[in-house]
């Protein structure tokens, strides 16, 4: 039973594409977070979403839209990808408490 | 904005020996939270800690926030091969939970046979 799950778990494109990672929470939980994980395990927020709200977006481009269609699922959407955005992406659920991560989605772009 | 500063960046110890790791706040947390995370794959939550002087154990692992809640330290004892991976801090700076953790830029451990 995958409390977190997000795919795909390897994604590699060109520059100049659109791609989606999703994710989808079986836990219940009321906000969902994207973090990105740079080449140094620098592990930074880049949204969260309660409730269907967005209540953060931390300085990210508008190249990257969160998008939930229910509680349980927040996809990342990122259009016109650039090298820059090679990295590691993770989703992250909670309920007043700890995160409950993904495994990761380690996006390549070339 | 909230930061932390986790110490040592990498720590490679002898298996059965022991270790810690600190995470310092530049502000007052409301929680903090230990992870770990093996190479590959996502984060696996070990630990919270909210109040000032608290200390959790779990199997060889210890984690204490300090009076002030600025300053924690996360110890293992006798490591074991399996305590490899990369450990982070997290820190709930703002109590409501739903801005999500800032983290610390991990402490790369490696434990040799």
């Known amino acids: 039973d995958t409390a977190v799950s997000q795919t795909p778990k390897y994604l590699v494109t060109q520059m100049g594409n659109d791609k989606s990672i999703k994710c989808e929470q079986n836990l219940g939980h009321d906000t969902m977070y994207w973090y990105k994980q740079d080449s140094k395990k620098f592990l930074k927020i880049m949204f969260s979403?309660?409730?269907?709200?967005?209540?953060i977006n931390e300085t990210v481009p508008n190249r990257f839209s969160p998008k939930s269609p229910d509680k349980a699922h927040l996809n990342l959407h990122i259009n016109s990808l650039e090298l820059g955005d090679s990295a590691v992406y993770f989703c992250a659920s909670s309920q007043l408490g700890p995160l409950h991560f993904g495994n990761g989605t380690r996006l390549t772009v070339t | 904005s909230q930061e932390l500063e986790q110490s040592p960046q990498s720590l490679i110890v002898q298996e059965g020996k022991n270790l810690t790791i600190n995470c310092t706040s530049s502000?007052?947390?409301?929680?903090l939270y230990w992870y770990k995370q093996k190479y590959g794959e996502g984060l696996i939550f070990l630990m919270m800690l909210q109040k000032g002087g608290e200390e959790k154990s779990h199997e060889k692992i210890t984690a204490k926030l300090d009076e002030k809640k600025q300053q924690s330290s996360l110890h293992i004892t006798a490591s074991q091969p399996s305590h490899a991976g990369i450990y982070l801090c997290g820190a709930d700076g703002t109590g409501g939970g739903a801005d999500g953790l800032t983290f610390g830029k991990g402490t790369h451990l490696i434990i040799q046979p």
């Open positions: 979403y309660n409730n269907k709200e967005l209540i």
């Open positions: 502000k007052t947390l409301y929680g």
